[in-house]
């Protein structure tokens, strides 16, 4: 089956320590985005990537990295995780432009210690 | 820039009643509306969702409505079955100008025996 899927599901790191997470997908869409979603609250989008163009999202902190070397594969990086990072990672899919649906992993949840 | 408030935040209802969880939104240009149920611990999934360019939607025991005069859409769903609780989260979007969608704060819907 076509999906979107995210490695690690869950993953612990220390207080400062470079992290990265992976998401690809078999969907062969054009974007890719990351959200971070944190204990109640709705998906927040940090950034997204048509094809090889990046989106920033102006509020988005410089902590956060990313990067989509090829259709499949888009990495999200945290160079310093403070303890405020703890939370679930969403990556998402969609054929973008008139195709808004997008196509949701199952997220990876960070925990920082 | 678009805001979509949700409404409840949290909703209980008698297995078998029907649910009912409102949207607003306020850019008069958004044109596509989604729906995503997040179970716990999971992404969220695409459940329905509607174009600017019909009133009402069904797929089987869901359905949703759009007023584009009020600028309001909403989720019914009918005969809720306990598998029906989780976060709901309203969204919306413009299609063909932005890649992105704007969510809700979401409903947690909880489905009583």
């Known amino acids: 089956d076509a999906m979107v899927i995210q490695n690690p599901r869950y993953q612990v790191t220390q207080f400062g320590k470079p992290v990265t997470l992976s998401c690809s997908q078999t969907l062969n869409h054009n974007v890719m985005y990351w959200y971070q979603q944190k204990s109640s609250q709705a998906p927040k989008l940090l950034f997204h990537?048509?094809?090889?163009?990046?989106?920033n999202e102006a509020d988005t902190p410089d902590n956060f990295q990313s990067r989509r070397p090829n259709t499949s594969f888009c990495f999200l990086d945290i160079r310093s995780p403070g303890l405020g990072d703890a939370a679930m990672y969403l990556c998402?899919?969609?054929?973008?432009?008139?195709?808004?649906?997008?196509?949701f992993g199952p997220g990876t949840r960070l925990t920082v210690t | 820039g678009e805001n979509v408030e949700q409404h409840p935040s949290t909703l209980s209802v008698q297995e078998g009643d029907s649910a009912v969880i409102k949207c607003t939104y306020s850019?008069?240009?958004?044109?596509?509306f989604p729906w995503y149920k997040q179970e716990l611990g999971k992404g969220p999934q695409l459940i329905i969702d509607?174009?600017?360019?019909?009133g009402e939607k069904k797929d089987q025991r869901i359905a949703v409505t759009l007023n584009k005069t009020a600028k309001h859409f909403s989720l019914h769903i009918t005969e809720t079955q306990p598998e029906d609780s989780a976060v709901y989260f309203c969204?919306?979007?413009?299609?063909?100008?932005?890649?992105?969608?704007?969510f809700g704060k979401g409903t947690r819907l909880h489905i009583l025996p």
């Open positions: 509607i174009r600017s360019n019909v």
């Open positions: 998402a899919t969609s054929r973008g432009r008139a195709y808004a649906e997008q196509y």
């Open positions: 990537y048509y094809d090889k163009d990046f989106n």
């Open positions: 969204a919306a979007s413009i299609m063909n100008r932005d890649d992105k969608i704007i």
């Open positions: 850019d008069s240009a958004s044109n596509y």
